[in-house]
Structure formats: structure tokens, C-alpha cells
């Protein structure tokens, strides 16, 4: 479970006279097939056969799963803007009268999107704003728990649901930390890998007294030098003798600590960024690669250049996922060089 942490409404009507000088942070919770076990839902995992039992349920096999959201939220949070509820179902069929309702601890939101006239057994999305009276309930107990009524009054009909996700936009005063340090970009022919760096005195070195190892690309994005605000994390950097890695996973960085001491030297925090789920509306996902044959890591924020690796590098580098959450800003832009 991609689970955030949230706070709630500090009374019953938010008052909004403060929120121009307020920022307002995006927290979200998703719940997929990964929390099926042990919880008895029904979210469709990948390569099944989307038509049949247990994940296609039928009226009758009405089910329900709670989105957990308390703590992890900024010390000065004040507040709930509003919040929504977002879900992914397959095989809607509202043209042959199929009626699947949601309801939020009782509260009726409305119906999942159907089908458009003519089509068959495709993706809907349905995105459901939550009235006040359930932020002051998601406020209080930290959690709030989605009920679907599978083909309301009629028999037959069936629907695999994807994806939930609660997504809430709190309050607190001040404005939005900004980044203050820029992540330098090297490539080493030599080494056949990358290295990122704030340090403008380690960019000055590398550019200075090892221009034949170290290829600077400039800036890569903007990232911060201290944990500004509470939802940044540290990014932890290690030295193997021929590659650097960067995690922003507490769990990663001990296991290399405690199970892999030879092979990777703890250099520590790197610098701040967010990871997946408390980065603000503006913030740009940083990609992770990983090349067996090179035996590294790789790291972009380039839209363009991740497509480029997965289109034309495949058979060097594979797409890991999201690492964290920086900014683009005022940095130089680049046309990446060709070293994957």
C-alpha cells in the first residue's frame, strides 16, 4: 500500500480568509492488488483473466476497503481545502443499465462512469469530491472507508475495480519551501556511469582536475540542501569504487550499510528531494534505471530522455520506477549526450 499520511479539518467549516498566504501540500493513498492479501480485497492484479471470479465481481459480491491517512503531515497543518476519490473500473456497463454505487462511510458519493454508447469492456476513471461533512470524518479518525454497491437492484452485471486512491489537499501557513541548491550532472566515459552532486566545490574539482574522467552536463534539477520542510526525505549517497548510488529508502540505505560494507562506502545525505506521494503539484518524478551489464544506476528528470532509454537503450537499461520528486526551474536546459 502507497500509503501518505494526512491531517483534517481542525473544525467544521474551514475558514478560507488565510489560505492566499497559506500553501496547500497534495497527499495521496492508493490502494492496488498489492494490498489484497490479508485485507480481503479484490483490486485486479496484472495477467489475470479480467472476466472471471474472484476480482469480476457480480451484484451480490458488494465490497469494501479503507484508505488509512493519519500522521506524516506538516507540524503547522490547519486544515483540509478539500479531498477526492479517485477510481479505475473495468467493465461498467451503465448502457445496459448497470448502476455501481460508492458510498464513503455511508455517505453516498454517486455511480463509477460507464462505458461510452458503442463500446465494450474498457478503463473508466471516476473522480468523487468529498463533502464536508466527510472531511470532518477523515479528521477525526484518520482513516475513511469506501463501500461499492455492484449493480444496485439488478442481477447480472459485473465490474473488476483497478485502483483507489484518496487524495487530500491540507493547509498550513506559509509559503511553500522553495529548492536552493542545483543536482550537477557528470558522465565519465571511463567509468561508464554518472555522478550527482550539490557540492559546487566537488563540481569545481572534477571540472578543474579531471576533465579527462568526468564529462560535466550541468545542472540536472533543483533539489534542497536541508530537510526545509517535512515532507522532504533525505537522499543517501554510497561509493562502490567504480559507481555512486542514490536511494531516497531508509531500508535500502541499511541494508547496504549492515549487509554489504565491502562493496559500498556510506558517503551520506546527498541532498533533500520528496518521495512518491508528498511531492507538491509542481514537482517532476526522477526516474531510476538499473544496467546489469554496467553494473550501475542511472537517474534523470527528463521526460524526453527516459523515453529515449526506454526506446532506444532497452537492452542496456531497465526502468525501475520513480526515485523521488524534484523541481525543474532556472537551470540551463541540455540536449543529453548519447552515453547509455
Sequence with gaps: MRTIRVLGLLACVLLFSSLAEARVVTVRDTLDYTDNVGNGYFFLPPDVTMDHSPYFRM???????????K?????????????SLTITAWDVDTEEGEVDIIYANGVRLGTLQGMAPGQERVWTTT???LPPSLL???WRDGEITIFMDIDHDVVGDRVDIGTSTLAVNYTAPGAEAQPDVAVYRFWSPVLSGHFYTISEQERDVLISQWPDVWTYEGGAYLAFSTAANTSLRPIYRFWSGHSHFYTISEQERDVLIRDFPAVWTYEGVAFYAYPEGLQPDNGKPVYRFWSASL???FYTISEDEKQTIIDQYSYVWQLEGVAWYAHTG???????PSTF
Design 71 to 83: 500522521g506524516m503531515v506538516p507540524a503547522d497543518a490547519n486544515g483540509i481545502q478539500s479531498a
Design 136 to 138: 470532518q470524518e477523515l
Design 295 to 297: 553494473s550501475k544506476h
Design 127 to 129: 473522480v468523487f469530491n
Design 330 to 336: 532556472e537551470i540551463k536546459t541540455h540536449d543529453w
Design 59 to 69: 451484484s451480490l459480491e458488494d465490497w469494501d476497503w479503507t484508505h488509512v491517512v
